[in-house]
T-cell receptor, first 117, second 114 residues
Framework: AQKITQTQPGMFVQEKEAVTLDCTYDTSDPSYGLFWYKQPSSGEMIFLIY??????QNATEGRYSLNFQKARKSANLVISASQLGDSAMYFCAMREGGTEYGNKLVFGAGTILRVKS | NAGVMQNPRHLVRRRGQEARLRCSPM?????VYWYRQLPEEGLKFMVY????????ESGMPKERFSAEFPKEGPSILRIQQVVRGDSAAYFC????????????FGDGTRLSIL
């Protein structure tokens, strides 16, 4: 079974509008972390935002926010006021378990976001 | 540059040759992870190392691939007798030993096999 599912292969958004990128996850471990990374066409991986399973509030980092719905096992990324530079591939990733497992990540297949001017 | 440093950025090898990919973690990071990204796919975990120890190599192919993180120097991912299917982007990431801290990635090494 897929641990991380990103159901949107590609998304378009108009510049200055908000967009939501979907991510659902599957784990039976009560301790886990969810991450979003951005991969522009140049190829590097850029960390955007993190949500821990025990965090009471949704994470926010500038224009990025994470809509964390624990019961539904979803961790959607919301980008507000989209900019042309937001065009990239976006990956959702999960870390399971305690420190004995380290922080290895399981990645989803990604969503390509294109921002239109 | 205090980030994760990977080299080379691009590497071309012929079938049967060896490929060595290097990764220097961020300052203060003691955990190193290697991931592979095939074209049009997400990243797949390969191996997790701490200094002089392999902690988890569950994602490593059983043959031809090895990794090390010596006491001194960078982490090395070594692929022996490369085949066309090894063509991919290989990313190294590092983190502290604190749980729930993000991994910071290097820019990757693009390996092409002729």
């Amino acid at each position: 079974a897929q641990k991380i599912t990103q159901t949107q292969p590609g998304m378009f958004v108009q510049e200055k509008e908000a967009v939501t990128l979907d991510c659902t996850y599957d784990t039976s471990d009560p301790s886990y972390g969810l991450f979003w990374y951005k991969q522009p066409s140049s190829g590097e991986m850029i960390f955007l935002i993190y949500q821990g399973s025990y965090d009471q509030q949704n994470a926010t980092e500038g224009r990025y926010s994470l809509n964390f719905q624990k019961a539904r096992k979803s961790a959607n990324l919301v980008i507000s006021a989209s900019q042309l530079g937001d065009s990239a591939m976006y990956f959702c990733a999960m870390r399971e378990g305690g420190t004995e497992y380290g922080n290895k990540l399981v990645f989803g297949a990604g969503t390509i976001l294109r921002v239109k001017s | 540059n205090a980030g994760v440093m990977q080299n080379p950025r691009h590497l071309v090898r012929r079938r049967g040759q060896e490929a060595r990919l290097r990764c220097s973690p961020m300052k203060g990071h003691s955990h190193v992870y290697w991931y592979r990204q095939l074209p049009e796919e997400g990243l797949k975990f390969m191996v997790y190392l701490q200094k002089e120890n392999i902690i988890d190599e569950s994602g490593m192919p059983k043959e031809r691939f090895s990794a090390e993180f010596p006491k001194e120097g960078p982490s090395i991912l070594r692929i022996q007798q490369v085949v066309r299917g090894d063509s991919a982007a290989y990313f190294c990431a590092s983190s502290t030993d604190r749980i729930n801290q993000p991994q910071h990635f290097g820019d990757g090494t693009r390996l092409s096999i002729l």
